[in-house]
């Protein structure tokens, strides 16, 4: 069965910094894509950044320089740090499994101006 729990959301002013996990059960993280998206209040839901089974990343461009994709196999834990978060970094996050097409339940970040 197939399970993805985020955790690390919070509050924090704009400047701050947070590190999200994503720790899977029944997926290998390390043998498949996965990738963190975000949902701001009243918008669509957008991805944010990937991380491709052969270690190579992508992210969208307003948060590319702040925030890193990065996964640890022996955890089967996926992050995402985030740094100099602005305001409109404010939306609930979730991880995701592309290749299973499997959502995790989310978890919030708000950024205060």
């Known amino acids: 069965q197939v399970q993805l729990v985020e955790s690390g959301g919070g509050f924090v002013q704009a400047g701050g910094s947070l590190r999200l996990s994503c720790t899977a059960s029944?997926?290998?993280?390390?043998?498949?894509?996965m990738a963190w998206y975000r949902q701001p209040p009243g918008k669509q839901r957008e991805i944010v950044a990937n991380?491709?089974?052969?270690?190579?990343?992508s992210a969208i461009n307003s948060v590319r320089g702040r925030f890193t994709i990065s996964r640890d196999n022996a955890k089967d834990t996926i992050y995402l740090e985030m740094n100099n978060l602005k305001p409109e970094d404010t939306a609930l996050y979730y991880c995701?499994?592309?290749?299973?097409?499997?959502w995790g339940q989310g978890t919030q970040v708000t950024v205060s101006s």
């Open positions: 029944g997926i290998n993280v390390g043998a498949v894509t």
């Open positions: 995701k499994s592309e290749d299973r097409n499997f």
């Open positions: 991380i491709y089974a052969g270690g190579a990343t």
